[in-house]
């Protein structure tokens, strides 16, 4: 599926497969945009280079933009996950904490 991005560095809207964090030139962060593919492409020339003018302003550009949630299940976030490295944490149940507690509701 197509979607909208804007990148604030090359200032260019750009339509692109997927959900895409990445710029395709620069590699810097792009915003998706909440306009559909279709609603884009319908746009006369003159509407495109508005469209593009609005993206560039900041206050207007986070109401254009929208958020995809659902990354974390994306296959480029599931490998990129695989690479770093993974971290243990280890807890330990505190039982002096336990007993304190009790012993604190007990006074009550």
Same mark, same amino acid.
């Given at each position: 599926? &197509?979607? &909208?991005?804007?990148? +604030?560095? !090359?200032?260019r809207?750009y339509?692109?497969?997927?959900?895409?964090?990445t !710029?395709?030139k620069c590699r %810097? /962060?792009?915003? /998706?945009?909440k306009?559909?593919?279709?609603?884009? *492409?319908? &746009? =006369?020339q003159e509407?495109?280079?508005?469209? !593009?003018?609005? !993206?560039?302003? =900041? /206050?207007?550009?986070?109401? %254009?933009?929208t958020?995809?949630?659902m990354?974390k299940?994306?296959?480029?976030? +599931?490998? %990129?996950?695989?690479?770093?490295?993974?971290?243990?944490?280890?807890?330990y149940?505190?039982?002096? #904490? *336990?007993? #304190? =507690?009790? +012993?604190? &509701?007990?006074i009550?």
């Open positions: 599926m &197509m979607y &909208m991005h804007y990148c +604030k560095s !090359c200032q809207v339509m692109l497969n997927g959900h895409k964090q !710029c395709p %810097l /962060e792009i915003s /998706e945009l306009i559909s593919y279709m609603d884009y *492409v319908t &746009m =006369d509407a495109r280079q508005q469209f !593009c003018h609005c !993206c560039s302003d =900041d /206050e207007q550009l986070q109401t %254009l933009s958020t995809y949630r990354y299940y994306s296959k480029w976030y +599931k490998e %990129l996950q695989a690479q770093l490295p993974q971290t243990t944490i280890i807890t149940p505190l039982t002096d #904490r *336990v007993t #304190r =507690d009790k +012993k604190r &509701m007990s009550i």
